[in-house]
């Protein structure tokens, strides 16, 4: 983990969400703790647990997109998950214990793949030596027999392999490309074997065995022969020696301790869990939702099949619109375990205005790097952000608020006609003007009942 300052850790938001000051200010100083937390005596690390925050605020405005970044700064584990996703165990959906099976997992395959990267030269090297093989095999060995006083004794003898000027000869020719096109014979594995899956009421990975894993190992691994050219050879065989190459042991214990020690999980929609059941209709009980989460969060301990996760120094971040229910409506059991709650503003003109232009990942800055793909050359005028910025508040007020998603909706409605025609459009150097958009945009903007369905 980065020893990153709550300053920084605010800076480096703002470069992709704008406002949302107080949120920021909550979530940098609990990936602090969690970093000064690691500099004490292990005795007190184990004492101290993480404060989960709770972000209430409308949709679009950032709640999701502060929790990913926030990972993606650590380069921490990241599970992104929504609470309405889980029901009592033995009704519909899936079970609590799930979420961190699925963290685990997602950050099993990153640090493999990490690792694969790390040896892709020296695996490069052996399926190099290995074509080489293939290309210029080694002769057969002979018997040869002779005859001794008592008894005729056979001996092998190997023959010398090919003369090295030969192979290197070939090494050349492979390396600058000459032999690019050459067909050789490869063994590769056999993907249309049938997979064996394993369907469970609650998961068989519960009880913390890789039943899929064990199969597998012991049914025989079909391979087939394939003419494949040298080129496509070296990628698969690099892929091949990448993945013998990976200590998976070791991937599996960093990967536990990664997700025990740094792990972030969102729960998003958390309001949808909150408050009293409904007397009539089949509903599954919420407060049987809120207590299933209850020991993941409290901090328990979670078989999966890469061993036993424990969730003590996980942070949880859960956010919810709570515009029916409120925080307090969740047990209190599970409000005691997210004791910092951070509110969200809605988001207006100023806001959008700075959304469209100011984020490294800005959305007029995509559509600009989209066109210019076609050789089209847009250009935005000051007014005219504004002109959208303002139209996105007035259609958010007048239909549901999706908060800056709006934004989304109107930009590709704008720039449709432009989208669609660009590879033959004659103008490549394009203005969007305020009169532009009010010409593209209003018509459906002041028809509400046209701008409910499109906008």
Known sequence: MKDLKPVEIVTELDKYIIGQKDAKKSVAIALRNRWRRRQLDKDLQEEIAPKNIILIGPTGVGKTEIARRLANLTDSPFYKVEASKFTEVGYVGRDVESMIRDIVELTVNRLKARQQDEVQEKAAKIAEERILDLLLPPQKSKEV??????????????????????????????????????????????????????????????????IKGMLGNMMPKNTKQRKVKVKEAIKLLTQEEASHLVDMEKVKSDAINMVEQSGIIFIDEIDKIAGKDSSHGPEVSKEGVQRDLLPIVEGSSVPTKYGIVKTDH??????????????SDLVPELQGRFPIREELHSLGAHEFTRILTEPKNALVLQYIALLRTDGVDIEFTDDAVEKIAD???????????????????????????????????????????????????MNIVKNEDLSRYIL
């Open 391 to 441: 139209i996105a508040v007035e259609v958010n007020s007048t239909t549901e608020n999706i908060g800056a998603r709006r934004l989304h909706t109107l930009m590709e409605k704008l720039l449709e006609e432009i989208l669609f025609k660009a590879p033959d459009i004659e103008e490549k150097h394009i203005v969007i003007d305020a009169a532009f958009v009010e010409k593209q945009l």
């Open 314 to 327: 996980i942070l949880f971040i859960a956010s919810g619109a709570f515009h029916v229910s409120k925080p």
């Open 145 to 210: 027999k002779h005859d001794s006083e008592n008894d005729q004794d056979t001996q092998t003898l190997e023959e010398a392999e090919p003369v090295p000027s030969t192979r290197e000869k070939l090494r050349k020719m492979l390396n600058s490309g000459k032999l690019d096109l050459r067909q050789i014979d490869l063994e590769v594995a056999d993907k249309s074997s049938p997979m064996v899956e394993i369907f469970s009421n609650t998961g068989i990975e519960e009880m913390g065995i890789d």
